[in-house]
């Protein structure tokens, strides 16, 4: 089992940089396939980014290619989330998830996580 807290959240202005960070406790963290999801206010939780065990492999949402890297340090146990363009439709709770694989293959669906944190949020003004 895998225990994931996020922090780096705040409030940016539109065109502004956050990095969220996502420390996990345990020594098996490299075991984990490991991926961000946003919940904006009223609706659903979206897949954002998502890094396979190695840190090999990397995938985007088309909303934010580009803008954002993902990245872990896995001797930290760490996950990051560099933010850049921020734009105000970017503002929502930020979520960090655990896959427990060391496939090469991505997981961009909810289902394909099995631990979470509890959220940090990020709010980006106009």
């Known amino acids: 089992q895998v225990q994931l807290v996020e922090s780096g959240g705040g409030l940016v202005q539109a065109g502004g940089s956050l990095r969220l960070s996502c420390a996990a406790s345990g020594r098996t963290f490299s075991s984990y396939s490991m991926g961000w999801f946003r919940q904006a206010p009223g609706k659903e939780r979206e897949f954002v980014a998502a890094i396979t065990w190695s840190g090999g492999n990397t995938y985007y949402a088309d909303s934010v290619k580009g803008r954002f890297t993902i990245s872990r340090d896995n001797a930290k146990n760490t996950l990051y989330l560099q933010m850049n363009s921020l734009k105000p439709e970017d503002t929502a709770v930020y979520y960090c998830?655990?896959?427990?694989?060391?496939?090469?293959?991505?997981?961009?669906?909810?289902?394909?996580?099995?631990?979470w944190g509890q959220g940090t949020q990020v709010t980006v003004s106009s």
């Open positions: 998830a655990a896959r427990r694989s060391k496939s090469s293959v991505i997981a961009t669906s909810m289902m394909g996580y099995d631990y």
